[in-house]
């Protein structure tokens, strides 16, 4: 069974940083592609940060120039690095795998971001 598991979610003052981590139960080479989502209270989960494997890097256009999605492939870990954030980022922050061989999106449970003003 695929599990993602993600850390690093706290309280942080506006203009702060933080790391989140997601780690696969497996390799993450058993995903063509994963990604950082958030969902704030009311409104839809939306895509954050994503990568296919072996290319291509996309950001919402909110988080350019503030955020780095980046992966460590011997700790089976994806990380969001999180800068100048500001109370607009307060959300549950979620990973998302899609499988290599099934074609299933896989989902972790999520971890809180709240940035103070």
């Known amino acids: 069974q695929v599990q993602l598991v993600e850390s690093g979610g706290g309280l942080v003052q506006a203009g702060g940083s933080l790391r989140l981590s997601c780690a696969a139960s497996?390799?993450?080479?058993?995903?063509?592609?994963m990604g950082w989502y958030r969902q704030a209270p009311g409104k839809e989960r939306e895509l954050v940060a994503s990568?296919?494997?072996?290319?291509?890097?996309n950001y919402a256009d909110s988080v350019k120039g503030r955020f780095t999605i980046s992966r460590d492939y011997t700790k089976n870990t994806v990380y969001l690095q999180m800068n100048s954030l500001k109370p607009e980022d307060t959300a549950n922050y979620y990973c998302?795998?899609?499988?290599?061989?099934?074609?299933?999106?896989?989902w972790g449970k999520g971890t809180l971001v709240t940035v103070s003003s």
């Open positions: 990568f296919r494997i072996g290319g291509f890097t």
């Open positions: 497996g390799s993450l080479f058993d995903f063509n592609a």
């Open positions: 998302k795998g899609s499988g290599n061989l099934d074609g299933m999106d896989y």
